[in-house]
C-alpha cells in the first residue's frame, strides 16, 4: 500500500489531528450540491448520445425506489459527519471530559437545526409555512443523535444498537397498520371530489377507517403517515416530509455507519492496508445486502429505509477507502486541494448559496444572455448551460479558496 509520494499542499489547521481525505470527501460530496451535478447534467440533457443521457440520469434523484448517484450525496454528507464525530467527541472527551462533549453535541446540534430552518425560509412565513424538517435539520438530529450513543456507549453496543434501529424501523414500516389513504395531491383530490360535503385531506384521513400495513408508496406508508399526523409546520411534498420525523431513526443508523469507519481508522491496532481491506469488505457487504434487502423493504431515499441505509452506506466506505488510500496511504494531494478547500467550510459555502440564490443565480448574471446566446449559436445548442453551469462551480471553488488563504474556517 504504499507508492511514491506527490508534492504536498499546505495543510489545514490542525492538520496533524485531522484526517486530510475525510476533509478532501466531504468537499468532493458538496462540490456535487453547489454546482458539479448541475454541470455534469448540462450535457446530457438534449444530447442523442446514450452515454451522456446515461450520466445525467445519476445526477437526477429516483423518483421513488432505486439508487443512482445523486441519492448518495445526502447520506455520503451524514456518514462523513459520523467520522469526523470520532475525532471531535473522543479529543474532547480526553481533554475535558464528558459534560463538555455533551455540551458541544448539544450546542452544535441547536445551532445547525435553527440554521436549517433559516436555510428552509426562516420566519418570514406565517407559522403553517414554516418548514420545521430540513437537510440541515436532519444532519442535526442524525448527529446529536449519534454523537450522544457515541458518548455512553462502546463500539459493541453501538453495533448492535445500529442494527436494532434497522432492523426496528423495517419492523415498524411492514408490520404497523396504517390508514388505507394514499396522501398525494391527486388521490386526495379525487377522493375529495367525491365525498359527501366538504372534505379536506385531514377529514379524510381521520374518516379512514379501513387499515393496511407493509406498504412502501409514496404518501403510503408509516412514516409519511405519521408525518401528516404529528410534524406540524409545512411539508416539504404537502403532506409529508422526506426528512420526516420517523425516518430520522434510520438517518441516525447512517451516521453510525460512519462512526464505525471513524472508530476503525482512527485505531492503532492496524496498519493502513487491513483498515483498507475492512473498508472495502464493509462497503461491498453493505450494498449487497442493501440490495438484497431491497427486494422485500425498497431502496428508498424519500423514506430512508434501511436497505437505502446499507446501500448508501456500503458506497460511501467505498469512497472513503478510496479517498484514504490515495490522500492519506499514498500521499497524493495536490489534486484535491479544491476538495479540501470546500471540505473545510461546508455549510458556509452551503449557506452562501442558497442566500445568493444559487451559485448558477449569480454566473447568469456573469454569462447569460448575450454570452449564453453567442455560445448557443457559435458552439452548439445547450453549450450555454454548460458555460453558466461551470461558471457557477467555479465561483463556488473560488469562494472557497478565498476563505482558506485568509484562514477563514467557520464552525457551529
Not at 217 to 232: I, K, M, T
Not at 374 to 403: K, M
Amino acid at each position: 500500500m504504499s507508492s511514491p509520494t506527490a508534492p504536498s499542499v499546505a495543510s489545514p489547521p490542525n492538520a496533524g489531528a485531522r484526517l486530510l481525505s475525510l476533509d478532501a470527501l466531504r468537499g468532493f460530496d458538496m462540490l456535487w450540491i453547489i454546482g458539479a451535478g448541475a454541470a455534469v447534467r448540462a450535457p446530457g440533457k438534449d444530447s442523442d448520445s446514450p452515454f451522456l443521457r446515461l450520466l445525467a440520469g445519476q445526477l437526477e434523484h429516483k423518483d421513488w425506489a432505486g439508487f443512482a448517484f445523486y441519492d448518495l450525496i445526502f447520506p455520503l454528507f451524514v456518514f462523513i459527519v459520523g467520522v469526523s464525530l470520532v475525532w471531535s467527541l473522543t479529543r474532547t472527551v480526553a481533554e475535558h471530559g464528558r459534560a463538555q462533549a455533551l455540551r458541544r453535541i448539544a450546542r452544535r446540534s441547536a445551532l445547525l437545526f435553527v440554521l436549517g430552518i433559516f436555510y428552509s425560509g426562516g420566519l418570514n412565513a406565517a407559522w403553517p409555512e414554516i418548514r420545521l424538517l430540513g437537510v440541515l435539520q436532519r444532519i442535526a438530529l442524525a448527529y446529536a443523535g449519534a454523537g450522544l450513543l457515541f458518548c455512553f456507549f462502546k463500539p459493541r453496543a453501538l453495533a448492535g444498537i445500529c442494527g436494532g434501529i434497522l432492523v426496528g424501523y423495517w419492523a415498524l414500516m411492514s408490520f404497523v397498520p396504517i390508514r388505507d389513504l394514499r396522501l398525494d395531491k391527486d388521490n386526495v383530490a379525487k377522493l375529495a371530489a367525491t365525498a359527501t360535503g366538504s372534505a379536506d385531506a385531514r377529514q379524510l384521513f381521520l374518516s379512514t377507517t379501513n387499515r393496511v400495513s407493509g406498504r412502501f408508496e409514496p404518501g403510503y406508508n408509516l412514516a409519511h403517515h405519521v408525518d401528516f399526523q404529528f410534524l406540524p409546520g409545512k411539508k416539504y411534498d404537502t403532506y409529508w416530509d422526506p426528512e420526516g420525523l420517523l425516518s430520522t431513526l434510520p438517518a441516525v443508523a447512517t451516521c453510525l455507519l460512519g462512526v464505525f469507519a471513524g472508530l476503525l481508522l482512527r485505531s492503532t491496532n492496524y496498519c493502513d492496508k487491513w483498515k483498507l481491506i475492512y473498508l472495502v469488505s464493509f462497503g461491498v457487504a453493505g450494498v449487497l445486502l442493501g440490495f438484497a434487502w431491497g427486494l422485500q423493504f425498497p431502496v428508498v431515499k424519500k423514506m430512508w429505509s434501511s436497505s437505502f441505509v446499507l446501500v448508501a452506506g456500503g458506497y460511501s466506505a467505498l469512497l472513503l477507502a478510496a479517498f484514504y488510500l490515495v490522500v492519506d496511504v499514498w500521499k497524493w494531494r495536490r489534486w484535491c486541494q479544491p476538495f479540501v478547500w470546500i471540505g473545510l467550510n461546508p455549510i458556509t459555502i452551503y449557506v452562501v448559496g442558497n442566500l445568493l440564490g444559487g451559485y448558477g443565480k449569480v454566473a447568469t448574471r456573469l454569462v447569460g444572455g448575450d454570452v449564453k446566446r453567442f455560445c448557443d449559436t457559435a458552439l452548439a445548442a445547450g453549450s450555454g448551460d454548460i458555460v453558466i453551469s461551470v461558471a457557477g462551480l467555479a465561483l463556488a471553488v473560488l469562494f472557497a479558496r478565498f476563505l482558506y488563504q485568509r484562514n477563514v474556517f467557520l464552525r457551529l
